[in-house]
């Protein structure tokens, strides 16, 4: 069983400011692992994923993210936030390329000019 | 090459009507899946097509949905009588049989927004 915890449904950050939103899984088999990203009134659009290989992945929009398996965790980051990153992130887990996605809560990013 | 299309892209009904969601895959995509967020929670899977048969349908909340895929091809997905508790985004997604074949990615549609009064 899979499971995606995304610590706080809220992130504040200034323009500039590093981004930063945390994601800890759990997968009784070696995970993908996702982000997502959904802006308003739109529909998911995928940021960037890790399956296997090397652990920190870049994606779309200067976002990347490290998988680390002791940490069971793979956080999103962005050096510099941009008026425009204001939307939902979602981080999801799946056991294999085409089973069924579990979705993270999602968070929220507010960037504040 | 034409993504995930899904119709209508908002839609708003009343209780105790039928509401019928559409989706188009992505040409040659085998797997077919619809998920659904209601009332701000987290993306939940509802079920999985491998062409027309359904995989795992074990996310389908209660009898009032019904999913179906003939052909292979677009699928459907019919509330009803719609209940008050069933507003919110459904989403579908498709992935090609050979996952390995899309870096084992999963395409969204935009959603269907649905609001029941």
């Known amino acids: 069983a899979q499971s995606v915890t995304q610590l706080g449904s809220h992130v504040s950050v200034s323009e500039g400011a590093l981004v930063l939103l945390r994601c800890n899984y759990s997968?009784?088999?070696?995970?993908?692992l996702f982000w997502y990203v959904q802006y308003p009134n739109q529909g998911l659009q995928l940021l960037l994923k890790y399956t296997t290989g090397a652990t920190l992945v870049k994606g779309i929009n200067g976002f990347e993210a490290e998988f680390k398996k002791s940490e069971t965790s793979f956080h999103l980051t962005k050096p510099s936030a941009h008026m425009s990153d204001a939307a939902e992130y979602f981080c999801?887990?799946?056991?294999?390329?085409?089973?069924?996605?579990?979705f993270g809560t999602g968070t929220k990013l507010q960037v504040i000019p | 090459e034409a993504g995930v299309t899904q119709f209508p892209s908002h839609s708003v009904i009343e209780k105790g009507q039928t509401v019928t969601l559409r989706c188009d895959p992505i040409?040659?995509?085998?797997?077919l899946y619809w998920y659904r967020r209601v009332m701000g929670k987290e993306i939940k899977f509802l079920l999985h097509?491998?062409?027309?048969?359904?995989?795992?349908e074990s996310g389908m909340p209660n009898n009032r949905f019904l999913a179906e895929r003939t052909g292979g091809t677009y699928s459907t997905l019919k509330v009803q009588p719609a209940e008050l508790e069933d507003s919110g985004v459904y989403f579908c997604?498709?992935?090609?049989?050979?996952?390995?074949?899309?870096?084992?990615?999963?395409?969204f549609g935009e959603g269907s927004w649905l609001t029941v009064v």
């Open positions: 097509f491998v062409k027309e048969s359904k995989q795992d």
């Open positions: 040409s040659g995509h085998d797997n």
């Open positions: 997604a498709s992935s090609p049989r050979d996952s390995a074949s899309s870096g084992n990615t999963i395409y």
């Open positions: 997968s009784s088999v070696p995970p993908y």
């Open positions: 999801a887990v799946t056991p294999g390329g085409y089973q069924k996605v579990t």
